[in-house]
């Protein structure tokens, strides 16, 4: 196996592909030659996906498939349809997701639930049903996208905060357990990233307009690298066989004061944050 991936030729899922994060991603591989099959629930912007990709390289070989990442049967039928349209799998980009505000007394079960069946569930669904077909394939790689979020814990992010944490602790231990195989692991943990995602988050029933709106705008200023620039950054770490990628000044600068004050950072950081 040679040190540097070569994504030439190859085939990548990549869920969560019509916004964000997973567009940026699937232009970054189209770019490098890479084969794609799209996931996502929201068929126009996939759509939208679709067209920007076939721009970026002629002759590529792109499918869209309509997902719910927590729609068991429907993870289950996936890889049949992409290796009828591929023949093939070398790439897994996990990364749909949604997001939760509120604390854990405001969130309630179901909401709980909601969000780890698409972000920590679906990343396992997802792994399960393509692992055999990336085994076959030899020199393959599965990339779940956890978050800085997944590094440490602010509060009101309980419930997102827990199921980021599961995605590291899976992978982490995915990638032991694939130790001495073809399959590599990489777990992403990107900070501010100019998304949708604070508009888009679930809130909680009972929280005022007026507290939601405020939450939300604080939220939207910590989200400023630009998605292509995360989305190129992912997709060198996959050539790179990086087992882990810290993507944004902010997720790296994070990440360090949580290793030197693990059980302080968070005061720590209080002190640093622009009022």
Known sequence: MSKRMDLKGRTAVVTGAASGIGRAI???LARRGCHLALADL????LAETVALVEAEAAGLRVSQHTLDVADRVAVAALPDAVIAAHGTVDVLVNNAGVALGGTFEQVSEADFEWLFDINFWGV?????AFLPHLKAAGDSRIVNLSSLYGLISPPGQAAYSASKFAVRGFSQALAHELAGTQVGITVVHPGGVATAIARNARVPAGIPAAQVALQQKAFRKLLRLPPEVAGETIVRAI???QRRVIVGTDAKLVSVLERLLPVHYWPCLMRLMPR
Do not use: D
């Open 26 to 28: 699937a232009q970054s």
């Open 239 to 241: 050539e790179r066989r």
């Open 42 to 45: 929201n068929l126009a912007g």
């Open 124 to 128: 396992v669904r997802m792994t399960r």
